[in-house]
């Protein structure tokens, strides 16, 4: 196999006779930023909870570094090095910041780990580095619940960062942010990608224009086109069923 | 990223974080256990009485607490475990007693059980006989117990509401069963009659076993472990998608709490002299989550206050104010949860902790933003952290324009 990462082959998943994703092949390459696009309901959000193994597809592969993690729990597959983040943001509320850095860090997640483990202050170290790098590190003592909706975005995104997965996936991370806020995350996201292979689903096109190189649009569950973001949005079907070029325009 | 941009973050933010065992706290534990120690020498026999009977039950609270408060598991059937270690205990000191000390009809078994026909000690029964065979099975029983409950329902991802009522179930059925066997358990009247721990020395050992467990959970909660509990606690799905395996946590937990309740209910029988099935059953459970709730859930000093407040109103308020005690229970509960909703400790701490949190906010924020260190580090950091600008650091700024 080629430099892919992530291989999905022949993914279906039906939920009370909806198929949700249809025979789905996608796969993305090491190091790769990838920008999923697609419409509501077109399966994104479905597709990372397939991957990060929150359901089981009902037919069809998943492989992550040419091993099968299909169907497995996902405290497994992180294991293996996914990691993924909610498009609500999704974390650890009545924990301080810097604590929700620290339990996300990478090793040390078994019962006995945790039972004998101590605190190293290279642990400490990594945990302000990360959140200098997301710009928390003056409400390190804070509860999560404190933050404000786009410094819990990103902090969410440092939990991922500390796992420091093989793949990431994003899901919508600039979901109800002001402008100023999105530019904000898409830089950390461009940051983000320096290093690791991210599988980003994004809804603003701004963003999606400042980081998207290479996109994938879904549409009802299958893949309607892939390649380069200037290609796919000059893509007429894509403009017809995303880009709010209306259908009946030629009428 | 660079290591000078961490330490940068570290002169600009220090990490406040409460000691393991504050020298207050120390203090603090040290003069109430010496006040009631010592209350003996100078109380009353009554009082002492209670005082015993409150620590085992401060003991069982806090049990509910380490698997309520930090892991946010409900069980409504904690007092299973509590039942559990009190009958053990209970049923061995029975049993010597009634070797030593023939019934009327000149038996050496227990006397309920002679009333129930038996004519000998069954054979399951009659190694409890030596206090350390009870001693055993009174740690690793109920822990077993918890452990396959743990296995059946947090494995397959039974939680919250579900878990509050298979546990309610859990102990409806137990208190059914001592009922239903009386030949063995002494049935609705429990077992009683035999020779009771209830003098300053057994007091002594009830409160090293208090401060030994309550250091223990303090030990446990505030270590990593505890931050791992309150994760799960906090959001479950966020914890199983950061690789932890959230049942196994939830399953050592509660064998934890389970053990620990089993060891309260242990110290009670021996204490009390007295043992039933309303030891065992849903009342006694519900009544542990509101010592649990009113003291405080999340905090381990909580439950201990939140026990001798309830248990010690409860007492003084029947024989002073007999027409109205449970108005005024009542009333303090509305109280706490309309109010306190973390309970009396959990709201004090948690006020001076965000107090803490805010003054040194401020404070970091002042001397970032002025005093000769400040300068310093800026400087420092223009000409090492460069994902910001120059001008930026030197000037403070963020550096990131929207």
Redesign the interface.
């Known amino acids: 196999m080629s430099g892919n990462i992530l291989e999905i082959t022949g993914l279906t998943t039906r939920v009370s006779g909806y198929t949700i994703l249809d025979d789905l092949y996608f796969s993305v390459e090491e190091n790769e930023l990838r920008v999923l696009l697609g419409p509501n309901g077109a399966g994104k959000t479905t597709l990372i909870d397939m991957i990060s193994g929150r359901y089981k597809p009902t037919s069809g592969k998943i492989l992550f570094e040419n091993r099968d993690i299909t169907g497995m729990a996902p405290h497994r597959i992180f294991k293996r090095g996914i990691c993924r983040k909610f498009q609500v943001p999704n974390m650890y509320e009545t924990l301080s910041v810097f604590d929700n850095v620290m339990i996300s860090l990478a090793g040390h997640r078994l019962v006995v780990q945790s039972l004998f483990h101590k605190h190293t202050t290279a642990d400490q170290d990594r945990v302000v580095e990360i959140l200098e790098f997301i710009g928390l590190v003056e409400k390190a003592g804070f509860p999560a619940d404190a933050l404000s909706h786009g410094e819990r975005q990103w902090l969410e995104m440092g939990m991922l960062i500390a796992a420091d997965p093989k793949l990431l996936l994003l899901d919508e991370p600039t979901t109800g942010m002001t402008e100023a806020d999105k530019q904000k995350t898409a830089e950390l996201i461009q940051r983000i990608a320096e290093r690791h292979t991210v599988l980003l689903v994004e809804h603003d096109m701004h963003v999606v224009r400042r980081l998207g190189n290479f996109v994938t649009v879904l549409h009802q569950g299958g893949i309607l086109a892939e390649g380069l973001l200037a290609d796919v949005v000059a893509n007429e079907e894509v403009r017809q069923v995303y880009l709010g070029q209306g259908k009946f325009s030629g009428a | 990223?660079t290591?000078a941009?961490?330490e940068?973050?570290?002169a600009?933010?220090t990490?406040?974080r409460e000691p393991m065992f504050p020298l207050w706290s120390i203090f603090g534990v040290a003069a109430v256990v010496a006040i009631l120690a010592t209350y003996p020498l100078y109380g009353t026999e009554y009082v002492m009485n209670l005082l015993g009977m409150f620590v085992c039950f401060s003991i069982f609270a806090l049990s509910i607490s380490l698997i309520w408060g930090f892991a946010g598991i409900l069980s409504l059937g904690q007092a299973i475990y509590f039942g559990m270690g009190a009958y053990f205990i209970a049923l061995s000191l029975k049993l010597s007693y009634a070797a030593e000390n023939p019934t009327r009809y000149g038996g050496t078994i227990p006397d309920y059980m002679e009333w129930n026909g038996l004519t000998e000690v069954p054979a399951i029964m009659a190694p409890l006989m030596h206090i350390e065979v009870a001693i055993v099975c009174l740690l690793f029983f109920p822990t077993l117990l918890a452990f396959i409950f743990g296995v059946i329902t947090f494995k397959r991802h039974i939680y919250g509401v579900y878990c509050a009522v298979i546990t309610l179930a859990e102990a409806l059925i137990l208190q059914e069963f001592i009922i239903e066997y009386q030949a063995y358990t002494g049935g609705f009247n429990g077992i009683t009659d035999y020779e009771t721990y209830n003098n300053m020395y057994f007091l002594w050992v009830i409160l090293a076993v208090a401060v030994l467990l309550f250091g223990t959970s303090r030990l446990l909660t505030h270590?990593?472990?505890g931050?791992?509990l309150?994760?799960v606690?906090?959001?479950d799905?966020?914890?199983?998608?950061?690789?932890?395996?959230?049942a196994?946590?939830r399953i050592?937990v509660f064998c934890f709490a389970s053990m620990m309740a089993a060891i309260a209910g242990g110290l009670y029988a021996a204490w009390m002299g007295i043992v039933s099935h309303l030891d065992t059953g849903p009342i006694l459970s519900i009544e542990g989550v509101i010592w649990a709730a009113v003291g405080g859930r999340?905090t381990v000093i909580g439950p201990f206050i939140g026990t001798f407040l309830v248990k010690g109103a409860e007492f003084f308020l029947s024989q002073q104010l007999a027409w109205a005690w449970q108005l005024v229970m009542g009333l303090l509960f509305i109280f706490v949860v309309k109010f306190m909703p973390e309970g009396i400790m959990g709201t004090i701490g948690k006020s001076i902790a965000m107090g803490r949190?805010r003054r040194?906010?401020a404070e970091?924020?002042d001397a970032y933003q002025s005093g000769p260190m400040a300068v310093v580090a800026r400087l420092r950091a223009a000409f090492t952290d460069g994902?910001r600008g120059f001008m930026d650091n030197l000037l403070g700024r963020?550096g990131?324009r929207?």
């Open positions: 990223m290591t941009s961490a940068l973050g570290r600009r933010f990490l406040r270590s990593r472990i931050t791992v309150k994760s606690r906090d959001n799905v966020r914890a199983e998608f950061n690789g932890y395996e959230v196994n946590y050592f999340a949190q040194a906010y970091s924020q994902n963020s990131r929207d």
